[in-house]
């Protein structure tokens, strides 16, 4: 079974990216990972604080652990956002394969400072943990917006740049790195999301050289996609939706069964409609 | 830590019960986990053959194993309901604490052959895993129901005879014994349900020894509990008052929250309500 990293590098070798999908229940969870069997790729999942606290912590890596470990599935788990030390040492500790430091909203200096500190602790546990960091701020909320996030960079002057993404990848030592390129967290409801600065995307892996992480993917472009993962984006992250697919046919599934109670009768709908968008993603980032 | 038979003895001998709750997702699991922990009484989590395919069988094995284990919670699992020996077979491998052979809708006589059958393989794996069985039909479904399910014992002549319960018991070998003691699966929305027969309950438990179980108990008056927890029923099963709980919070928390998509936020809301359901009548059985 190879690594998160050996996984990623080979997606990236071979100009295809890896989908990330955000789960926050065992319906989304079985989903992702069907998906990803059936198309016979690998898939990270992941949970960000608030889904690890609902889901938790323990419980997301001992099932991730046994369907790689006893039925040889390559499910990756990663933190997806932790803002303090503390929530990082819960995930690694319980043996997550990776976890992203978010100090996204700090100066420039105290991040770098956060997140060399957290890379530390990581290697130091255990050395096969990846550590991605992000930098430039992309809004925070997998949800459903109808005007751009307060402060998301979405023009080229806010992009992130190729010389801070060199000082703070080589001061922080971090294995990943999440730029703000265009993307922005969350999915518009009323008007299309940016495009992606694939130039950008370029210049900034062609001067840091490890891979680079597309958050908020949810809303942008299929070609945009193709580009971004072409440019050196193995990774690509998409939430919103999925919660989106997971909540309409809940409601369907409420609507159309007004006496049935079984939760996973109720729930069968969201399980099949995040296969659906699942299933779409990683066929597109894997070009399957 | 005690065993799960050692738990339900230990109820028996003190004319209290332990609850028995079943799940189809997290939410419901860390609800009544919770529960119970607050209120420092075991608890038994139960998944029937729909709740284990959606949930997963080695995942919610993993996760009680995890909660006993490391975090010393009397927390056990049991297979609710099994039809065959295919399905004994995958909840022993992955480590249940008990399972449920439900051969309810045959014969007698076949009914004793394939509970037999299940007893000597379920011990031949290990002899600590609890054969529970059903004799006496009670309806199927933790649904709710308008008119009583065709079949069902309501009647005293349609109860689980003395007779036919010290065979059974007997010649099965079971650990637990489920009669129909004027118990019904689900819960009535528009007759009250019927009322226990306590003193078929003494007179079986008087005539068979082993701990017995109530089916059904959505629905049924406190005070039936408490008579039929003294009179010989350590284990109680909850379903249905469970998921109408987990299913109306959810209901109130998609209107109340038209633009929230993520299932951690929209599903908290079951979480509370299970917890609230659970809590209490885990107090009510135990008599805290």
Redesign the interface.
């Known amino acids: 079974m190879k690594t998160l990293l050996e996984t990623i590098k080979d997606a990236e070798s071979r100009g295809v990216a890896v989908g990330h999908f955000n ?6 969870l ?1 989903a992702i990972v069907k998906a990803a069997t059936d198309l016979q790729f690998p898939v990270v999942i992941g949970l960000s604080e ?2 690890r ?4 912590v ?2 997301a890596a ?2 991730i652990r ?1 369907l790689r470990e ?1 039925h040889g599935l390559p499910v990756y788990l990663n933190a997806d956002h932790a803002y303090s030390l503390e929530s990082i040492k819960q995930v690694v500790e319980a043996g997550f394969d990776s976890v992203i430091f978010d100090g996204a909203k700090l100066s420039l200096e105290e991040n770098i400072a956060k997140t060399r500190e957290v890379v530390q602790y990581v290697k130091s546990v255990n050395p096969g943990i990846l550590v991605e960091a992000e930098l430039g701020y992309i809004g925070t909320s ?3 917006f109808t005007e751009t996030p307060a402060g998301a960079a979405i023009k080229e002057k806010d992009l992130t740049t190729v010389e801070d993404a060199v000082r703070f990848v080589k001061e922080t030592g971090i294995d990943m790195f999440a730029p703000a390129v265009g993307n922005i967290h969350g999915m518009s409801i009323s008007i299309p999301n940016p495009d992606l600065n694939i130039s950008r995307i370029k210049s900034i892996k062609d001067a840091v050289q490890i891979p680079l992480v597309l958050h908020g993917g949810s809303g942008i472009k299929d070609t945009d996609f193709i580009s971004a993962a072409g440019a050196g984006m193995p990774l690509i992250h998409i939430n ?1 939706e999925i ?2 697919a ?2 309409e046919a ?2 369907k599934s ?1 609507t159309d069964n007004p ?10 709908p969201s ?1 099949e409609a995040v296969y659906e968008a699942t299933y779409k993603r990683i066929k597109l980032f894997a070009k399957l």
């Open positions: 789960i926050s229940d065992m319906a989304a079985k608030g889904e606290n609902f889901f938790g323990e419980e001992l099932i046994n006893k997998s949800e459903l919103t919660r989106l997971w909540k809940l409601q409420l006496n049935e109670v079984a939760p996973y009768k109720l729930l069968k399980e």
